[in-house]
């Protein structure tokens, strides 16, 4: 069955660094255009990075761009969020995304908290 799994979410300082992981199985990952998002407590989810299906194309929120990076390996069907210069206002629920022509999948969300 269609899974996507997330990692790498955790506590951490003001401007320090996490990576995130999601992990796809059960369809063909080569295929679909891959995305973080994240939720915060009383907002709503919003989109962090995208990437398309290959790698060649990105976008970011205006807020992460310059501080957060998305990547793929498709051979690993993994998608990446590495994130540098933390704030405590990224601090949410981030879920990965996977989505072709309008239809897709959602991972069950890492928590991030940044905070001293």
């Known amino acids: 069955q269609v899974q996507l799994v997330e990692s790498g979410g955790g506590l951490v300082q003001p401007g320090g660094s996490l990576r995130l992981s999601c992990a796809a199985s059960?369809?063909?990952?080569?295929?679909?255009?891959m995305s973080w998002y994240r939720q915060a407590p009383g907002k709503e989810r919003e989109l962090v990075a995208a990437i398309s299906n290959r790698g060649a194309s990105t976008n970011y929120a205006t807020s992460v761009k310059g501080r957060f990076t998305i990547s793929r390996n498709n051979v690993k069907n993994t998608v990446y969020l590495q994130m540098n210069s933390l704030k405590p206002e990224d601090t949410a629920v981030y879920y990965c995304?996977?989505?072709?022509?309008?239809?897709?999948?959602w991972g069950q969300g890492t928590q991030v908290t940044v905070s001293s």
């Open positions: 995304n996977a989505d072709r022509s309008g239809s897709g999948y």
């Open positions: 059960g369809f063909t990952f080569s295929s679909y255009y």
